[in-house]
């Protein structure tokens, strides 16, 4: 009854040896191709998510290359959320690359699928959920706002008392911080990097440098292109 809408997976490269340093599993860029393939054959739609991180900067346009060579749906991303727990502070792109990397991210894909214009910030807690282990449920794998907790609470209340006040709060004009500036139309706004700094539905640093970083690599592309037209 609950048919998947598609299933995303998360290639980082197309080069199996990259793939598997990222991931730390040998093999594992095999498996992801293998369930890509079969996932296809039972055409079930796939989705390709691929982080742009220090490690394979050079690769995520062969990532989507192959992606629009199979109908595959592809996410680039360079937001990174680092785990204290992990020594991978070297896995997030400087600003200065975001930039130089992201002119040419603008000439592969199309510019309004970049600039974010909806009224819910993601999806997370409106059209999918999270849940944990211990059965606390938040907006999503990232984001450690708890929603509620199974144990305590029926998914049946928690989808007709919690989730339409969390609506209310989780829409940019809420933001009170947030998009007054140009490059705040590149933000890539995550509550997950909030959360874990200044708390739910604040202001990010990091996002916010990231954002002036994605609007000066669309300028320049815009720059390229007059250019070019001259």
């Keep these: ?28 860029h095999y498996k992801t191709l293998s369930v890509i393939k079969k996932l296809k054959e039972d055409n079930i739609i796939v989705k390709i998510a691929c982080p ?9 346009g062969d990532v989507y290359k192959f992606a629009q060579a199979n109908d ?48 819910f910030i993601c999806g997370g807690g409106i059209m999918s959920l999270n849940i944990k282990p211990n059965l606390d449920v938040t907006p999503c794998s990232s984001c450690n706002y708890k929603l509620g907790n199974l144990n305590e609470i029926s998914f049946k209340e928690l989808r007709q008392i919690i989730l339409p006040e969390y609506k209310k709060k989780y829409i940019r004009s809420n933001l009170s911080e947030c ?6 139309r590149f933000c890539d706004y995550c509550s997950a990097y909030p959360t874990y700094d200044n ?28 250019n070019v037209k001259k």
Excluded: W
Excluded at 52 to 60: E, P
Excluded at 110 to 119: A, V
């Design 179 to 184: 998009f007054n500036h140009d490059y705040c």
């Design 72 to 119: 595959i749906e592809c996410t680039l991303n360079s937001s990174f959320i680092n785990n204290p727990l992990n020594n991978n502070y070297d896995a997030k792109l400087s600003c200065k690359n975001i930039e130089k990397h992201y002119s040419e991210y603008f000439n592969i894909i199309k510019r309004d699928e970049f600039i974010k214009n909806d009224e």
């Design 1 to 28: 009854k609950l048919y998947p809408s598609a299933v995303q997976l998360t290639l980082f490269s197309i080069n199996p040896q990259i793939h598997d340093t990222i991931t730390g599993v040998k093999g594992s």
């Design 199 to 226: 708390g739910f539905m604040k202001k990010s640093q990091i996002l916010c440098e990231d954002a002036k970083a994605y609007y000066k690599a669309y300028l320049a592309y815009k720059k390229d292109n007059i």
């Design 52 to 60: 742009i991180l220090s490690y394979n900067v050079k690769d995520y």
